[in-house]
């Protein structure tokens, strides 16, 4: 099972940007063959998609409230995907995780937007934007 690690969060001032990482940590493993999705939770609030990006196809997809704001991306390692945030708003402001699932031909694009099909989580990295 792989095991991932974030990092990258820190405090920024509106309009700043941000790049996130998540690593998977355990020796040897990769995010081949992984769906791996970024989550965020702000105070009192609910998990919220951020977006994902697929093995099968390289294809990423992002949440309405990031959308032209925030990129996904694999790094040239296979077992890094980065999540770079331009442009950060207030309401930004959140824990974020990375999460990871292996991918199978059953499952609809849309399955990746939900958190339920994760199976592997970090631990999360806060986010802070102020004005």
């Known amino acids: 099972q792989v095991q991932l690690v974030e990092s990258g969060g820190g405090s920024v001032q509106e309009g700043g940007s941000l790049r996130l990482s998540c690593t998977a940590s355990?020796?040897?493993?990769?995010?081949?063959?992984?769906?791996v999705g970024w989550f965020r939770q702000a105070p009192g609030k609910g998990r919220e998609f951020v977006g994902v990006i697929r093995w099968t196809n390289d294809n990423t997809y992002d949440g309405d409230s990031v959308k032209g704001r925030f990129t996904i991306a694999r790094g040239n390692a296979k077992n890094m995907v980065y999540l770079q945030m331009n442009n950060l708003k207030r309401e930004d402001t959140a824990v974020y995780y990375c999460a990871a699932v292996r991918e199978y031909t059953y499952f609809s694009t849309d399955s990746y937007f939900a958190e339920a099909i994760y199976n592997v989580w970090g631990q999360g990295t806060q986010v802070t934007v102020s004005s």
């Open positions: 355990t020796s040897g493993r990769t995010f081949s063959y992984y769906a």
